[in-house]
């Protein structure tokens, strides 16, 4: 497991762990932002910054390594954003597709990790 696999892992546990204990700030922030897109500019310039300094610079190295599949970085980010949040902005439609009650739900949203690591890396999370 490579360094950016191991902080991409943290990644998953603190914002699916989050979102569970959470449940409605995803779509608290997308309200926010939609409400109020300057104060979004100003948030994500610190988030900015280190998305292009240190994340994509990291990024490209572990695709030339091998240890992360070959793409522009951008869509790597915007795939792990993606498969994390939709899930927890979707929630109503999800436990309803599934008929998940809310014990059921959680423990999807604890295996999602899981997923979502393996479609990242091809490899089995490891807590």
């Known amino acids: 497991m490579s360094h950016s696999s191991k902080k991409i892992g943290k990644y998953l546990d603190?914002?699916?762990d989050r979102d569970l204990e959470y449940p409605y700030i995803?779509?608290?922030?997308?309200?926010?932002?939609?409400r109020n897109p300057e104060r979004m500019?100003?948030?994500?310039?610190?988030?900015?910054?280190?998305?292009q300094k240190v994340m994509i610079p990291?990024?490209?190295?572990?695709m030339e390594a091998g240890r992360v599949p070959t793409?522009?970085?951008?869509?790597?980010?915007?795939?792990?954003?993606?498969?994390?949040?939709?899930?927890?902005?979707?929630?109503?439609?999800i436990q309803n597709m599934f008929s998940f009650d809310a014990k059921e739900y959680k423990a999807f949203l604890k295996e999602r990790k899981k997923v979502i690591y393996k479609v990242l890396f091809q490899e089995e999370f490891v807590e």
């Open 14 to 16: 603190v914002l699916i």
């Open 58 to 62: 990291e990024l490209k190295k572990e």
């Open 41 to 51: 500019k100003e948030l994500s310039s610190r988030k900015k910054n280190h998305i």
């Open 71 to 93: 793409m522009d970085p951008e869509h790597f980010v915007v795939n792990l954003m993606s498969m994390c949040s939709y899930p927890l902005i979707a929630k109503p439609v």
């Open 26 to 34: 995803q779509n608290f922030i997308i309200t926010e932002i939609t």
